[in-house]
Structure formats: C-alpha cells, structure tokens
C-alpha cells in the first residue's frame, strides 16, 4: 500500500484549526459515580432519522475509560461568555466541577448551566479511529437555552453575536 509522506504535525494542526467549530462539553458519570467532562470541538451533527451525532475523544484523555463504560453522556453546547468552562475543561484540573453549577440529565450526565444548547445522548457506537475513539450517540432528548453559541477558529474564542453584528 502506497504511504503517503508525513505531514508536519504543527501544520496539519493549524490547518485543522483554519475550520471554525461550536464548543461543547461532553460530560458523563464515571464509574465511581463523580460526574466527568472535557471540551470538545470534534462535535457534529450526522443524521436526522435516527438523530445521530458524533465525536472524537483523545486515546490519551483521562475520561476516556468513563465514557467507554457509560451508556450515556451530554452534550453542553457552550454560549458565547462560556470561555472560561471551555478553559476549565480543557484543563486536568483534579475537580473540573468545582465551582461549576450543573443539573444531573435524564441518565445523570451532568447538564452544564448557561448552555446555548443541551443535548443528551446513548451511546450508539466507539471506534477506534486513529489516535481517537469515534463515539457515535443517538440523541435521546435535546434542549435550547436561547443564547448565542461561543465560537472557536484559529486557537481562539469569539462570540458569534459580534461576528453576525
Ligand atoms: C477548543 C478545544 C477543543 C477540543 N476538542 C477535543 C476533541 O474533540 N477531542 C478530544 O479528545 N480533546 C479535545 N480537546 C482537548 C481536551 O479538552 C483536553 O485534552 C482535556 O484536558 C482532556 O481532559 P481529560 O484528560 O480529563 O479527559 C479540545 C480542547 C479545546 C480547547
């Protein structure tokens, strides 16, 4: 099989950084019952009938085993002043929750207050997928929270509200 040469992986890095993205949080209940999340922006739509979504999760992530044994997880579609959860969670911080007010969902996944968006989930499929795991969910319940979405292009956070004027 034909190998392509390696991409220089600062580059392949910022040219995956050129496509603007939402941010979301993707939380789950870990095995020992303490809530568990971190920042995504692989998040995606993938279909309407059955409503499907997708992600990708770091094979190096800390939460990865959590959300292997869950059978649910949220999504927490951030707003535009939620810069500072996208921080947070981004971060290996011991207690990522702490000081971060949340309502357990339907399966208990903790649902993020001050969302644009929530949007709960069963796992429908993993694949290991490269350096990730490719999580499919199938979409159990979804909520808006009537705020604009923060934005992230280029390594940095903007709010949509200014970019739409
Ligand atoms: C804007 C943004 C988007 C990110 N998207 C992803 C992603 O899609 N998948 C992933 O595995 N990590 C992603 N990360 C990195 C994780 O949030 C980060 O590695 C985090 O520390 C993982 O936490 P954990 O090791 O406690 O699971 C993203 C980080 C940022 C700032």
Same mark, same amino acid.
């Given at each position: 099989?034909?190998? %392509? !040469?390696? =991409?220089?992986? *600062?580059?392949? +890095?910022?040219?995956?950084?050129?496509?603007?993205?939402?941010?979301?949080?993707?939380?789950?209940?870990?095995?020992?019952?303490?809530?568990?999340?971190?920042?995504?922006?692989?998040?995606?739509?993938?279909?309407?009938? %059955? !409503?499907? =979504?997708?992600? *990708?999760?770091? +094979?190096?992530?800390?939460?990865?085993?959590?959300?292997?044994?869950?059978?649910?997880?949220?999504?927490?579609?951030?707003?535009?002043d939620q810069s500072p959860v996208s921080r947070r969670f981004a971060s290996r911080v011991p207690d990522k929750f702490r000081g971060i007010?949340?309502?357990?969902?339907?399966?208990?996944?903790?649902?993020?207050?001050?969302?644009?968006?929530?949007?709960?989930?069963?796992?429908?499929?993993?694949?290991?997928?490269?350096?990730?795991?490719?999580?499919?969910?199938?979409?159990?319940?979804?909520?808006?929270?009537?705020?604009?979405?923060?934005?992230?292009?280029?390594?940095?956070?903007?709010?949509?509200?200014?970019?739409?004027?």
């Amino acid at each position: 099989m034909h190998t %392509p !040469p390696p =991409i220089d992986q *600062s580059v392949l +890095r910022q040219t995956f950084g050129v496509f603007p993205t939402g941010v979301t949080v993707m939380t789950t209940t870990g095995t020992a019952g303490a809530p568990v999340g971190l920042t995504v922006n692989s998040f995606n739509s993938v279909s309407l009938d %059955p !409503p499907l =979504i997708v992600w *990708s999760l770091s +094979r190096r992530s800390g939460s990865l085993r959590a959300f292997q044994a869950a059978e649910h997880f949220a999504v927490n579609i951030l707003a535009a002043d939620q810069s500072p959860v996208s921080r947070r969670f981004a971060s290996r911080v011991p207690d990522k929750f702490r000081g971060i007010p949340f309502q357990p969902g339907e399966h208990g996944s903790p649902l993020l207050d001050g969302c644009a968006a929530w949007i709960e989930c069963m796992t429908w499929s993993m694949q290991p997928t490269g350096d990730h795991v490719l999580f499919i969910g199938r979409v159990e319940s979804v909520r808006l929270g009537g705020r604009p979405p923060l934005l992230f292009v280029g390594g940095q956070y903007h709010d949509v509200g200014a970019v739409l004027g």
